[in-house]
C-alpha cells in the first residue's frame, strides 16, 4: 500500500488540523461569501474562488470553493465531503475540496450547529 492510498479519516469539523489528508467529513454550508477572481500561478488562467463557512455540531471552518463548486453547494444544505485535505491559509485553518475530493449531498441533515468554535479563527 503506497502513501497515497492512506485510510479514510472520518472527523468532526473540531477535529479537523493542519497537514490531514483523505479526511470524510460532513457539514452544513453557513454561507458563502462573495466570489473573487484569481489568477493562477500554474496557467496564469483565471478562476473564481469564494470562502465558504462550514459548521456542524462541534464547529466551523473556512472552505474555499473554486469554480464550478460555488454554484454547486448550497447554503443552509449538509453535504459529506470525501478526499478532502486540510491546509493554512495566512495561518488559518482551511477545509479544502481539492481536485480529488468529492462532494455529495449528506445522508442526514445536519441540524445542530455549533457556530462559537471557529476552528479557522486559531493561528497556526
Not at 18 to 29: A, D, E, G, I, L
Not at 34 to 48: F, I, K, P
Not at 95 to 102: A, D, T
Amino acid at each position: 500500500m503506497s502513501n497515497q492510498e492512506r485510510e479514510p479519516i472520518e472527523a468532526t469539523v473540531a477535529e479537523l488540523k493542519p497537514q490531514m489528508k483523505n479526511v470524510t467529513v460532513s457539514f452544513k454550508v453557513m454561507e458563502v461569501g462573495e466570489a473573487r477572481e484569481v489568477s493562477s500561478r500554474r496557467d496564469g488562467a483565471t478562476h473564481r474562488v469564494a470562502d465558504a463557512v462550514v459548521a456542524d455540531s462541534t464547529g466551523t471552518i473556512t472552505v474555499p470553493l473554486w469554480d464550478e463548486s460555488i454554484d454547486n453547494l448550497t447554503t443552509g444544505s449538509s453535504y459529506l465531503l470525501k478526499n478532502g485535505y486540510t491546509g493554512l491559509f495566512k495561518g488559518s485553518l482551511r477545509l479544502n475540496i481539492g481536485k480529488y475530493g468529492e462532494v455529495s449531498d449528506a445522508e442526514s441533515a445536519i441540524e445542530e450547529i455549533n457556530s462559537e468554535n471557529d476552528m479557522s479563527a486559531a493561528e497556526y
